[in-house]
């Protein structure tokens, strides 16, 4: 069974630091994209960023651009986002999912983490 599943959310102060892990299992993602959205209370997912599976190449939103850091472990089969100077906005579930690459649409997804900042 292939299946994502995000781990690192909770509560943390506005200023500081947080990691997200994203373990995935079932198949190898070679030639695939694995990427980060978020979604804060009533507002749409929102892309966050990706990383390219074989080469580790990344892109962001402009939004998040400086703060955010998306790492790869393409034999832990783990990706990372590395979150820093947290802001209140940043508040929300944050999905890892992935896509073919060759494809734009993300098909399958993890069931989400709660980062919670507090100002």
């Known amino acids: 069974q292939v299946q994502l599943v995000e781990s690192g959310g909770g509560l943390v102060q506005a200023g500081g630091s947080l990691r997200l892990s994203c373990a995935a299992s079932g198949r190898t993602f070679s030639g695939y994209a694995m990427g980060w959205f978020r979604q804060a209370p009533g507002k749409g997912r929102e892309f966050v960023g990706e990383?390219?599976?074989?080469?580790?190449?990344?892109y962001y939103a402009d939004s998040v651009k400086g703060r955010f850091t998306i790492s790869r472990d393409n034999i832990k089969n783990t990706m990372d986002l590395q979150i820093s100077s947290l802001k209140s906005e940043d508040t929300a579930v944050y999905y890892c999912?992935?896509?073919?690459?060759?494809?734009?649409?993300?098909?399958?997804w993890g069931q989400g983490t709660q980062v919670t900042v507090s100002s």
């Open positions: 999912a992935s896509r073919q690459f060759s494809t734009s649409a993300y098909d399958l």
């Open positions: 990383v390219e599976w074989s080469s580790g190449t990344t």
